[in-house]
């Protein structure tokens, strides 16, 4: 008995967790509708069909632009699949372009916009978290860069603890690329726009920029950095606001260098996506901790009326790994990152995902592939 008491008591909890998983995702259609989070709230059924995949690669975090040509041009990092997912993307990632007819795809892969161009670049072995502009008669990529001088990696030797990650790692900066057509060719600078600093919360990289251009030109762009620690070590990520007088610079990060969203009191948090209307600034990022939404890794909306002084959400979740298809189905993704909002005549359309199968974690994928939500 004292055996079998408590095997069965596990089991009991284990159908009763599982009941309960269950039940909350069942549950998500009703949450979107009672929901006062205004991306939440609007979260439509999504197609089955893939916005964006490759075969033979691993793709994460896309961004959106309409061009010229009345088409829809979308900038996706992709790295081989004959690398491990993580960190496959960190020393092994190049920005494509693939475009559609219609804003949700799917789109058709069309060119490499930013590939390897040798290690002693500083973006010359990996481009990855694109974020694609239109400003006048200009397109513009922001984007984080790296690089590393070492040979190409076994799918075995490539591990975070690897000499390729570690400075693949510590290599991260964000810069710019510009062009006349979303076809480039691209025109890439020398230096990242957005380097580290010493003895800041981005002292050992600087990342996922996510940048708003306003009405006069400037610039506001939210990223992710992490800061040294002792014995070689890196911080928990936090998020930073800088702000250019125009989009090719000079970036300086407001806030006396320090973070708007840390981990101390505010949990970690990574993936933001910023945009500005009438109202002020808004964004939305990954809870990394279950901080906000009590979800790990779910959506989290906040607004600032500067863009260096945050409130979050009153209802700050603003997507969550479940996803209603237009099957009918709702089904937890191994992984949901990379939040883009496509914005048409001014309004919001469609969000954008990286997502991947399997029951979470980069190890246990098979694929990844950018997924949309059309916006009701």
């Not at 990152?337 to 359309?349: D, M, S, V």
């Amino acid at each position: 008995m004292k055996t079998y008491y408590p095997t069965l008591l596990s089991l009991i909890f284990v159908l009763y967790a599982v009941h309960t998983h269950a039940q909350k995702i069942e549950n998500l259609p009703v949450m979107k509708q009672q929901s006062q989070n205004e991306l939440f709230h609007r979260l439509d059924k999504a197609p089955r069909t893939p916005a964006f995949e490759c075969e033979g690669y691993w793709s994460l975090g896309s961004s959106v632009v309409k061009g010229e040509d009345g088409k829809y041009h979308m900038f996706v990092s992709r790295f081989p699949k004959s690398l491990p997912f993580h960190p496959g993307w960190m020393i092994a990632s190049e920005v494509v372009h693939a475009v559609s007819d219609i804003p949700e795809g799917p789109y058709q892969f069309s060119d490499i916009a930013l590939l390897a161009r040798g290690a002693q670049y500083w973006d010359g072995r990996s481009t990855h978290n694109p974020r694609i502009l239109k400003y006048k008669d200009k397109y513009y990529l922001i984007y984080m860069g790296s690089t590393h001088p070492f040979g190409e990696p076994t799918y075995d030797e490539l591990t975070l603890s690897s000499p390729w990650c570690i400075v693949g790692r510590v290599n991260k900066h964000i810069g710019l690329a510009v062009a006349d057509s979303p076809y480039g060719p691209w025109k890439r600078f020398d230096e990242p726009i957005l380097k580290t600093k010493a003895n800041t919360f981005y002292s050992y990289l600087a990342s996922n920029p996510s940048p708003v251009i306003q009405e006069d030109g400037s610039v506001m762009m939210i990223f992710k950095g992490r800061a040294h620690t002792e014995n070689g070590k890196y911080s928990d990520m936090a998020l930073g606001i800088a702000y250019a007088p125009n989009i090719e610079g000079p970036y300086t990060v407001l806030n006396n260098d320090q973070p708007i969203f840390q981990v101390d009191g505010q949990g970690e948090a990574e993936d933001p996506f910023l945009w500005k209307d009438f109202k002020g600034y808004h964004a939305i990022f990954k809870d990394h901790v279950a901080k906000y939404t009590g979800e790990r890794g779910g959506g989290v909306m906040a607004h600032s009326t500067d863009g260096v002084h945050w409130t979050v959400d009153k209802d700050p979740k603003a997507y969550s790994h479940a996803v209603e298809w237009e099957d009918g189905k709702v089904e937890m993704q191994g992984q949901l990152e990379r939040p883009f909002l496509f914005f048409e005549n001014g309004k919001a359309t469609h969000a954008f995902f990286a997502t991947m199968d399997g029951p979470g974690g980069f190890e246990n994928a098979t694929k990844s592939w950018n997924m949309v939500i059309p916006l009701k």
